[in-house]
């Protein structure tokens, strides 16, 4: 038992120097970093109002309803007609304002109306020298297509920041389309 040890009999040791250990700064908070696929862009969703277009657009069909009443005694017809010519005159008292687009990770923002990908069936962008614009497909009927114009906004990041949220698919152009577009409203 030589080897036991009486506590009580030990020299007293001196204690050990405590390890000092730089201090440690605990932020509380939290960096909020931009997402890196958010494009934003301002442009106007309809072209200028071009006054002397839609008084052609509207005489024309004033004309034509007229035509159509002379010749056929029909009266639903022109009745179309001339409510679409109130319309067009309608829309060019509206103000021509700007709208702004943001494309993020949930979906496609126009000013305050937000599109989730969810709801979107495709989207195709329209790129040729006098035209450049996103269309999106959206599931629901009641509204089909969404035309944004890019103006300056390139148009590779946009796709790249949505071909991974919706399939990428071809819009052709309507006849309305078309018509809308050599109308100028």
């Known amino acids: 038992m030589s080897q036991t040890i009486d506590l009580r009999k030990k020299e ?3 204690e050990p120097e405590p390890i000092i250990e730089p201090a440690i700064e605990v932020k509380t908070e939290i960096p909020i ?3 890196a696929s958010d494009i ?8 200028p109002h071009r006054r002397k ?3 052609y657009t509207t005489i024309g069909l004033l004309i034509t309803a007229g035509l159509v009443v002379y010749f056929t005694n029909d009266f639903l017809f022109p009745i179309v007609l001339i409510l679409s010519a109130v319309v067009i005159n309608l829309n060019m008292t509206r103000p021509h304002r700007q709208s702004e687009i943001k494309v993020h990770a ?3 923002s126009i000013d305050d109306q937000n599109h989730h990908y969810a709801d979107m069936k495709s989207f195709w962008i329209e790129y040729q020298p ?3 614009e996103l269309s999106i497909e959206l599931k629901k009927g009641y509204t089909s297509k969404i035309k944004v114009p890019l103006g300056e906004t390139n148009p590779l990041e946009i796709r790249q920041a949505m071909v ?3 399939p990428e698919k071809e819009h052709e152009q309507s006849l309305l389309d078309h018509i809308v577009r050599l109308i100028g409203i």
């Open 33 to 35: 970093i931009p997402e």
């Open 12 to 14: 007293k040791i001196s």
């Open 130 to 132: 006098n035209l450049k």
């Open 106 to 108: 949930t979906g496609v």
């Open 164 to 166: 991974s949220y919706v």
């Open 40 to 47: 934003r862009w301002s442009t106007h969703l309809s072209p």
């Open 53 to 55: 277009q839609v008084i």
